[in-house]
């Protein structure tokens, strides 16, 4: 594999690399820590619900915190998101509510979008989340779109999509890169280089040595980072998002991480990857390298009070869910137009009269 | 003979298939080392290597154009796409070039590709992992359209499907993957396309259905016959070109008809077997011919209990056509 500069910034020996270090505060580093601890215990918690039985399916990003966490923090009020399923960390970032994240994978009535789809599909229009499709890569058009309705209107706003490196294989992604490069728009292209779509390794995905370089045929710039160094995306998530900000174009970002669970509740990745590949990777774990450099700046006192927190937290957020009702019937037949049809509302009435 | 789900009757058809002819391929996303998703083609890369059971990248559009090129260049490509719904990307190159290489060619090239994809509802899995499609394909010339409903069609069916000579979209009916088993013969065995299945005799009542609807339908024809009502259930099979024969002889005989199925009512197959009951057996008829469908709504998470055709809703509309 050709290997272009990959922007790194914490260091092994616990310290921060001042040429690419994003300058955040105490305050805001101690912010990320923390939302990537409950992104992960939300995560834990999720996949036990699903393994007993309480929610149906569940995409867990243990092992990729940093992605998520680092970009959603680059994104500024009035930017918009297209994120895929895995990426709820961007949200919570965004402060999407964790409350809303937990009525969402229940699907009752504590859900905003009213069990209308499977769990990790959220989205909120007032911090400008767009709806997860489950289709791999369908959003990075639509984050196109997005940014060409701002651009027209003279806003200076950035769009953020993200995707795995599967995603990189669709029409989608070639379309929508294209656009944007056509177009000069600002949209970054987030790519979380996972390492595997499901089963299929990133190899057979592509036969470049990187995805990075797939923005040179757009006239686009690509740029590859440290997946597990949330300070390293920060930098350059945040210089990206600047970028577009400032009206000078897209951006691809291929940051190299790791999926350590597996692809979704329904898979077994023992099949496809042996345990030393998971366990080296599990050395690199981006909460405790962070937490690492966190406590050498004594911005962090003690990690297991932190999760244990987090975890009582999540707790509190899925009792208080589960506590709502399901989500009646008649809801079905609502938002599949502006105004509901004939069709439907005799459908509706025979189903709400039992005689359907 | 032995009993078998009905995925490792997929997995069996798939095997002896390749094990009998060398050009016979399986393609798609983590159909490889993964054996598939559903487990559809686990064990096949061992035994017939990289060459012929193909992990591809994750593009449908790649997939199904691939088999095309494949079949019109002397393979018998079987592509997995990983739910039905993820289809639609590769939508262009079904309809409009998958399906119609033979007629534009005037017979000189074809593109006999197995497009393998699970269907349906009933598995929690959202309206991106339950939509029921048969329509779209159906009202597409060219296409073979089947849905098994047994193991021991699904193989004999994709064992046909394969031998064909046409493009087949072979939808598997997710729900049943794991929850039926049956004898399912070993060795080569056909079903031959375009052939029904009389599921259940009876004299007062045809009730069609396909795919995981079924044993929705075999319950509640179970039930009719404790209030002494013979209903007489029809599994198609093959959807298009459908057994219309077994439909009519069957309504002419019994003078009522409902279809059943979990894919939206609108212009769904149910329209069009309602026309086709109404066209040709409409001096015969003693009801008009009901339909038990999912609703007109995007296939809801939450609700897909109350979405999904059941039993009772069944009953009630054999009952409506009794007492009409
Ligand atoms: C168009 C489409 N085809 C197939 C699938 C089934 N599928 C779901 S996730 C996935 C792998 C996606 O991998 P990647 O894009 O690398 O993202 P990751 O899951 O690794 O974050 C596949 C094949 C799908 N959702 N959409």
Redesign the pocket.
């Given at each position: 594999m050709s290997d272009p500069e990959i922007l790194s910034v914490l260091r092994p020996d616990g310290t921060a690399d001042p040429a690419h270090d994003p300058g955040l505060s105490d305050p805001e580093m101690l912010s990320l820590y923390r939302h990537m601890v409950l992104l992960r215990a939300f995560d834990e918690k999720a996949v036990a619900l699903q393994r007993s039985g309480r929610i149906g399916f569940f995409?867990p990003s243990t092992g990729q915190e940093a992605c998520s966490i680092g970009a959603g923090h680059a994104v500024c009020e009035g930017d918009w998101i297209f994120p895929?399923?895995?990426d709820h960390g961007v949200g919570l970032m965004r402060g999407y509510p964790l409350a809303a994240m937990v009525g969402q994978i229940l699907g009752n009535t504590s859900d905003a979008t009213r069990g209308r789809q499977m769990p990790n599909h959220w989205c909120d229009r007032a911090i400008h989340l767009v709806s997860v499709s489950?289709?791999?890569?369908?959003q990075l058009p639509h984050a196109v779109g997005a940014a060409y309705a701002a651009k027209l209107r003279g806003e200076r706003i950035a769009v953020l999509t993200t995707?795995?490196?599967?995603?990189t294989s669709?029409g989608d992604f070639h379309a929508a890169m294209n656009f944007t490069g056509v177009f000069r728009l600002p949209v970054v292209f987030f790519c979380?280089n996972?390492r595997?779509?499901?089963s299929v390794p990133v190899e057979h995905?592509t036969a470049t040595g990187t995805l990075a370089e797939k923005a040179r045929a757009y006239g686009l710039p690509g740029v590859r980072v440290d997946g597990n160094d949330v300070l390293a995306i920060r930098k350059a998530v945040g210089d990206a998002m600047d970028r577009a900000r400032a009206g000078e174009g897209g951006t691809l970002i291929e940051a190299l991480t790791y999926?350590m669970g597996p692809?979704s509740t329904s898979d077994d990745p023992t099949v496809y990857r042996s345990d030393e590949e998971v366990s080296a990777w599990r050395e690199k774990d981006p909460i405790r390298r962070f937490a690492a450099f966190l406590k050498g700046r004594a911005v962090l006192a003690d990690p297991a009070a932190e999760e244990a927190s987090a975890r009582e937290t999540v707790r509190k957020a899925v009792e208080t869910a589960e506590s709502a009702p399901a989500v009646p019937l008649s809801s079905m037949f609502e938002d599949v137009y502006s105004e509901i049809p004939w069709h439907l509302a005799e459908q509706r009435d025979s189903l709400l009269s039992g005689k359907g | 003979m032995a009993e078998v789900t009905l995925i490792k009757a997929i997995n069996d058809a798939l095997a002896t298939e390749m094990t009998r002819d060398p050009s016979v391929c399986v393609l798609g996303?983590?159909v490889g080392l993964d054996g598939g998703?559903f487990r559809a083609t686990e064990g096949l890369l061992k035994r017939f290597g990289p060459g012929r059971v193909v992990d591809t990248p994750?593009n449908?559009v790649g997939i199904v154009g691939m088999s095309i090129g494949m079949a019109m260049n002397g393979l018998r490509p079987v592509a997995e796409?990983?739910?039905s719904d993820?289809i639609y990307?590769a939508f262009d190159q079904i309809v409009s070039e998958m399906s119609k290489m033979r007629y534009r060619s005037a017979g000189q090239f074809t593109a006999a590709v197995v497009l393998r994809a699970p269907s349906g509802g009933g598995v929690r899995g959202g309206h991106?992992h339950s939509q029921s499609p048969e329509a779209y394909y159906i009202h597409t010339a060219g296409l073979v359209v089947v849905m098994p409903s047994t193991p021991a069609d699904a193989k004999g069916l994709l064992s046909s499907a394969i031998r064909g000579e046409d493009p087949v979209i072979f939808l598997e009916p997710k729900a049943l993957y794991r929850t039926v088993k049956g004898e399912v013969p070993q060795g080569e065995y056909l079903v031959p396309l375009g052939v029904g299945r009389i599921v259940r005799p009876g004299d007062d009542l045809t009730l069609i259905a396909w795919g995981a609807m079924v044993p929705v339908a075999e319950k509640a024809a179970a039930a009719a016959a404790s209030e002494g009502v013979g209903v007489e259930i029809i599994d198609p099979r093959t959807l298009w070109p459908l057994d219309i024969e077994m439909i009519e002889s069957s309504v002419r005989r019994t003078g009522r008809a409902v279809v059943l199925h979990e894919a939206p009512r609108t212009c769904g197959f149910g329209a069009e077997i309602s026309a086709l009951i109404q066209e040709r057996c409409f001096l015969h008829l003693k009801a008009p011919v009901g339909r038990v469908t999912g609703f007109d709504t995007p296939f809801p998470y939450a609700l897909e209990k109350s979405y999904l055709p059941d039993p009772e809703r069944t009953l009630r509309a054999i009952r409506a056509s009794m007492a009409f």
């Open positions: 995409v895929a399923y895995r489950s289709p791999v890569a369908t995707f795995g490196d599967g995603g669709t979380e996972n595997y779509a499901i995905q999926r692809h | 996303e983590d998703v994750l449908e796409i990983e739910f993820f990307p991106y």
